[in-house]
Every structure is written in C-alpha cells, then in structure tokens.
C-alpha cells in the first residue's frame, strides 16, 4: 500500500459505483485547478459527487486532506460540505422568488452563524453583481443566476469549489466570463476547484485534466 501525498487534497483509490465508476483513480493537488472532462455519461458528475461526499462509493477508498472519509460521521460530513466545501451545479439550484442576496446568504441561514461582510463586498465585486442583490433570481438571466450561484459558493472561502458543468447553458461571452471568475477566486483564496465539463474551452485554466473517456491524465 502506497501512501498518501500531502500535497494532494483529495486522493480516490479503486472507486465503483453503481456500474458508473469502475476502479477509478485520480488525485487533486492543494491549490490548482483540476478539470475532470469527458463525453456525457461518463461519469463526471458521479466523480464530482462522491469527492463533494454527496455520494457514497460502492467500495474504494477516498481520501480527504489525509483522512480516510469512510470514518467520517455524517454530522461531521454535513459540517464539511456547508463550511469547506462550495458546490456550484449546472442547474443552480437557486431559491426562486427570493432576492440574490438572500440566495447568497443561504449557507449563512443554515448555520446561524456571522458573516465576513467586507468578503461578500469582495465577492460581490469581483462577481459584478452589486446590481443583482436585490432582484429576484426568478427575473434573472442565466448568466446572472450563475453568478449568484458562485457567489453563494464561495462567501464561506471554502477550501474546495466543485463546480458541475458551470459552463453549459450559457453562451460563448458568459462562458469566458465564468471561467476568468473562477481562476480569479481561485487566486484570490487559494482554494483547490474541481471543474466537470465537456467543454474544451475549460482546459485553458486547469493544472491538470482527468480525461475519462479512457482515464488519461494531462499536466499544463
């Protein structure tokens, strides 16, 4: 038995799920970005999942920052993904008929907890959504419902952005924005984002790709 690299975050050995996954390998570096791509029905999203601990694998073993997550009660879990986590998926996932900021707030609502104020003005700023605060999110469109998703996302500075396919129902200028707003975040907080797309145009800004068509693995 190998063991664990301290520079990876996540680390997934031997992973099967649901006929889906089949002996899959792969780890992330602290600190980059890593592109997970590959035609639909791949399993992108099933990857994506299991690391974000919303899916449990068949059998396997997953790593977290050195931990093996079978040991991980699911109060502990649940306390990672609201605070260490931040998950932006294809569809949203936003409250509608409430304002943007309300949406934005919600990991905050669940918690009880406080808030870095000056961090969200950051955000907000950087995301260019001072404007979208206090709209309906049922009034927006798709590029700005995906910018308060983001933003939502990442106000608890989580140590990991999964982001599901966050290119996929906008057009070519919005896609080229999302992707600028990623890295910049990424930068910004030294965080590690796990991207699942289809969309080549994502490559631009990954340290690394898992291309699991045929498990190939590429360093830029």
């Not at 099967?16 to 089949?22: E, Q, T, V």
């Not at 639909?40 to 601990?53: C, E, R």
């Not at 991980?72 to 306390?79: I, Q, V």
């Not at 260019?128 to 309906?136: A, P, Q, R, S, V």
Request: charged share 30%; with cysteine.
């Amino acid at each position: 038995m190998f063991g664990i690299d301290d520079k990876n975050i996540i680390e997934l050995r031997d992973i099967n799920y649901k006929g889906i996954l089949k002996g899959m390998d792969c780890s992330v570096k602290r600190g980059t970005i890593t592109g997970l791509v590959g035609k639909s029905g791949v399993g992108k999203t099933t990857l994506i999942n299991i690391m974000a601990l919303l899916n449990k694998p068949d059998s396997g073993t997953y790593y977290l920052d050195g931990k093996e997550t079978a040991t991980l009660s699911g109060k502990r879990k649940a306390y990672i993904r609201n605070h260490e986590f931040g998950y932006i998926n294809q569809s949203y996932s936003l409250i509608e008929h409430m304002s943007g900021e309300d949406n934005i707030m919600v990991p905050f609502y669940i918690d009880g907890k406080g808030h870095d104020g000056e961090w969200i003005y950051t955000v907000t700023e950087l995301l260019g959504i001072k404007g979208l605060l206090e709209k309906d999110v049922s009034l927006m469109s798709g590029g700005e419902r995906q910018r308060i998703a983001i933003a939502r996302a990442v106000v608890k500075k989580p140590k990991i952005i999964f982001a599901d396919e966050p290119s996929s129902s906008l057009d070519r200028e919005n896609k080229d924005e999302v992707i600028s707003i990623l890295k910049g975040l990424q930068k910004e907080m030294d965080s590690t984002v796990v991207i699942a797309t289809h969309d080549e145009c994502i490559m631009d800004i990954c340290d690394k790709i898992i291309d699991m068509n045929d498990k190939q693995i590429k360093f830029f």
